[in-house]
T-cell receptor
């Protein structure tokens, strides 16, 4: 079966612009989580969506937002981009509300560079 | 809040064993995960512990002691392809669902 698909793979944006990233989870998975990965901070949780509702939120400013559609696909948006937003953005999906023994399945990520 | 510590880097020889330790402090514990991440690739799920003890999966084993806030990932019969970063992550009981806090990762270098 298809894995978690993230688009685009690479993106270059200018400071002050906004960006939208997309994530299509594995078919049947209803939980989608977003993470930011940087060399200095590692993997940091942004938010999680389950059945179109935001269930958890990390400690990121309001410029970071997301949503989930009825087909479980999710998007995240970053407005007013800053240089520090340059990172690998990873999406992860899980079968149900509790990623226990199955863990998360991560997508390959979107590499965002802000110049 | 949560705090997770793991060594930054480890080096081992092909065929040997390496143990990667992870210590955590959390206000509420609801499971510990280990992931492997090769450079430039997505993390892949290795193991999950929620009760004390050892979980074995082939060459990989993971151990958990909740009272000590401690886990380790044991990699046996190391192969060159095991060179990667290994991430320890804890799920917070107080957050419903899948909010994981990750450690900084341990980069393992396997030498011939």
């Amino acid at each position: 079966k298809a894995g978690v698909t993230q688009t685009p793979r690479y993106l270059i944006k200018t400071r002050g612009q906004q960006v939208t990233l997309s994530c299509s989870p594995i078919s049947g998975h209803r939980s989608v989580s977003w993470y930011q990965q940087t060399p200095g901070q590692g993997l940091q949780f942004l938010f999680e969506y389950f059945s179109e509702t935001q269930r958890n939120k990390g400690n990121f400013p309001g410029r970071f937002s997301g949503r989930q559609f009825s087909n479980s696909r999710s998007e995240m948006n970053v407005s007013t981009l800053e240089l520090g937003d340059s990172a690998l953005y990873l999406c992860a999906s899980s079968l149900d509300r509790d990623a226990g023994g199955y863990g998360y399945t991560f997508g390959s990520g979107t590499r965002l560079t802000v110049v | 809040g949560q705090n997770i510590d793991q060594p930054t880097e480890m080096t081992a020889t092909e065929g040997a064993i390496v143990q990667i330790n992870c210590t955590y402090q959390t206000s509420g514990f609801n499971g510990l995960f280990w992931y492997q991440q090769h450079a430039g690739e997505a993390p892949t799920f290795l193991s999950y512990n929620v009760l004390d003890g050892l979980e074995e999966k082939g060459r990989f084993s993971s151990f958990l002691s909740r009272s000590k806030g401690y886990s380790y990932l044991l990699l046996k019969e190391l192969q060159m392809k095991d060179s990667a970063s290994y991430l320890c992550a804890v799920r917070d009981r107080e957050a419903a669902g899948n909010k994981l806090t990750f450690g900084g990762g341990t980069r393992v270098l396997v030498k011939p």
